[in-house]
């Protein structure tokens, strides 16, 4: 199936959540935040659309005050492909943890909480995975300030 | 007879420096004398940030980073990196120079599997094969360094194109290579395959069910060994691949034999595909020319592609500057290392190092 197709039945089986289409990625579809989670189980447990491939999560910062976070999904059966997006305010985001899903997720979400800050609730073992554990700041996030990193040029 | 022996729980850091792991992987063993118990695998010592330079380069500046995050397959990174770029920007580069990346991305993963096989090997105790492996492997460095110059990190695939065109040398030099190799598989067979010793220590061990793949996210070789056909060279062709027959090798062991039997098929494949390649290959350009300091328009993609270790993706998002505003490689071994908590509980010691070596992963490719 299409991400449009994709995008039909999922507001077939959510009449009241309110989805968006993404006009600078074609994959993705921006689900609230609120209903990330029910939206992500219902692509893992439904037989019709069966993801039973999580292939990673990540996080894009746009500041003063979005961080999109992305889920890619992918189903070997049907060979089709859909991202979640959910976009974030900035400062202390949070999002419940999709680890009991897929456990590919685990340490996807650990990576995310340690670059971009992001807590998810629910996470079985939430700690820093690439940087030390007593590390200040979330080093991908664009105001991260570091001396040895410089400053991206305008 | 009552027994008055009694176990302890105890604690067993495997690493950060191990010959085994050859990488830094720490893993965090909770052992009952030589069984164990639980293991939690510990990452980032090699963590460069990677994605962070990537921001503060141009795209074309980000080609050689890419280089950095997997030191066995480095065709293979450059490459996935400029399929997001070109997909972004809308560039296809011509025919020669897709027969070309995918000459060069096959060639790397039979040296990636020669020096799995021959790292392999040598964890579970055998020394010959490495040196047979090793041999071998040089010589196709060889034929990277008269194409690009380098042996290990080749800035080779780049926006629009390669670096410069093959010559007919290099041709004929990869098919001398291919005729000269290609019966030497079977010598590697011969050296594992009706060994007893190698047989008890692979056959049965380290067993993966297809579902805890799947559930685990495993991809490439190692889920083909669990009997899951999946390749993104058949389901997504990208480059010369709709071109060219190759069969994707499968196996319902899901043991660490299954995984390295699976390997030594795709080997055989790469070489059908080179053969292939070399009657295909077609003349004209190899790259379009390009502004030095391309720049991208707005937008988002992923875009991944089949490495020796499984898929590797790029997601990359553009502001319509000459640099990447956000640069993500999602890596096989990140993902492969995790089934390391599920698989490890209840072995003995000895396994793991086979169990953890039939994964093939590679520690600068999870840290980037």
Redesign the interface.
Known sequence: MKVAELGEKLRQHFPEVAFHE?L??P??LIVPESDYRQVAERLRRDPELDF?????Q?C??HPPNRLDF?A?FYS?QY?HRL?LKVVLERGLPSLPSLADL???A??NEREVFD?FGVVFHGHPDLR?????EDWEGY??RKDYLHPN??K?PD | MSSSLTSEEFELNMGPQHPSTHGVLRMLLKMDGEKVISCDPI??YL?R?I??MS??RTFAQVVPVTDRLDYCTSMTSNYVYVLSVEALGDITPPPRGQFIRTIMTELNRIASHLLWYGTFCLEIGATTPFLYSFADREKILDLFEMACGARLLYNYIRIGGVGRDLSQTFLDGMITFLDEWEPRILDYEALLDENPIFYNRTKGVGYLSIEKA????VTGPNIRASG?A?DVRK?EPFAAYTDLEFDVPTSTEGDVFARYRIRMEEMRQSARILRQCFDKIPGGPASIPLNYRIKIP?????Q?IESPRG?I?C?L?SRGGD?P??C?F?TPS??H??IFR?LLPGVLIPDIMAICASFDIVLPET??
């Open positions: 993404d600078e990625n994959q993705a039973d491939y999580l292939e990673f990540t894009c910062d992305l890619y070997y060979r991202a897929w456990a590919n685990d340490w670059l820093r995975i690439m940087m030390p080093p991908l990193v410089v991206r | 990452v980032g963590h940030s994605e962070k921001e503060n799947k559930h685990y996210g899951l999946v389901d707005e937008g988002e993609t992923y991944h898929d993706g997601y998002v640099m505003w956000r993500k999602r990140f993902v290392i995790q599920d840290d980037r």
